[in-house]
């Protein structure tokens, strides 16, 4: 973590600003964690949409592949969903007044209410498109339903972060310290995941990061070069479960 003192004398930190993304508020909290998630959402999102458009009906095991993929990408979205519901906007909302704050953090919450039924549909999809017994005309259908849920659920998320990212990490920046940040994490963030979770959420969070981008993961070099080496696994599977979809994996 970089930090500098400006001309004003308020201490800031050098932001992660990494492709896609559509701000980095300067302040003093270093919020990499938050902007590495939501690379690694835009992402999936963005494969997720190709290969529901481009996987053949009649490949079932791609199918259960991405079925099972898209648990874990749901569910760490939903995890940090909710985090955010009962910890950061409510902080926000009470250490904030007269900047516009509660208009933001209403909308923040009623886009995770919009998202949260397109995961669930789209879990659905894929559980129908993986099972033998349904018959192609079925199946047909259902790729195509799946395919424009993920692709309106991919717009629908793309705003939701550019709004989050210029407007309620402005409002972080403006309102909260470091230590409040990290006490956010102790006490609603870092608590979603078990023991078992941990390997395979670094794992998503660390593939494709570029070595530079990776140094601001949290959690010291020893969990960065395990991440490094648990990214490479989850990459080569990936090769296999978007196989359908060119350069799959490479993201």
Not at 72 to 77: A, D, G, N, R
Not at 85 to 101: C, K, T, V, Y
Not at 112 to 138: K, N, S
Not at 164 to 179: I, K
Request: net charge positive.
């Amino acid at each position: 973590m970089t930090a500098t003192v400006p001309a004003g004398g308020a201490l800031t930190v050098e932001q992660l600003l990494l492709p896609g993304q559509a701000a980095a508020p300067a302040g003093p909290v270093d919020v990499a964690a938050m902007y590495v998630m939501h690379r690694a959402f835009r992402r999936d999102l963005a494969l997720f949409a190709a290969a529901t458009a481009a996987t053949p009906v009649a490949d079932r095991e791609c199918w259960a592949r991405l079925g099972r993929r898209w648990e874990v990408f749901s569910s760490v979205l939903h995890k940090h969903h909710s985090g955010e519901d009962a910890g950061l906007w409510p902080l926000l909302l009470e250490r904030s007044s007269g900047d516009g704050a509660a208009a933001v953090l209403a909308a923040m919450s009623a886009e995770h209410e919009r998202i949260d039924p397109l995961l669930r549909e789209c879990a659905a999809g894929f559980a129908v498109l993986a099972r033998t017994a349904d018959d192609g005309a079925r199946r047909t259908l259902a790729r195509r339903t799946l395919a424009r849920r993920t692709a309106e659920l991919r717009e629908l998320l793309e705003a939701h972060l550019a709004h989050e990212e210029r407007d309620a990490m402005a409002l972080v920046q403006a309102h909260l310290t470091q230590r409040d940040w990290e006490r956010l994490d102790k006490e609603h963030f870092a608590p979603e995941y078990g023991l078992r979770d941990v390997p395979a959420v670094l794992a998503w969070v660390m593939h494709g990061l570029t070595p530079q981008a990776a140094r601001k993961v949290p959690g010291g070099p020893v969990l960065h070069i395990v991440g490094r080496l648990l990214a490479r696994r989850l990459a080569r599977a990936d090769r296999r479960t978007f196989r359908h979809v060119v350069k799959a994996g490479e993201s």
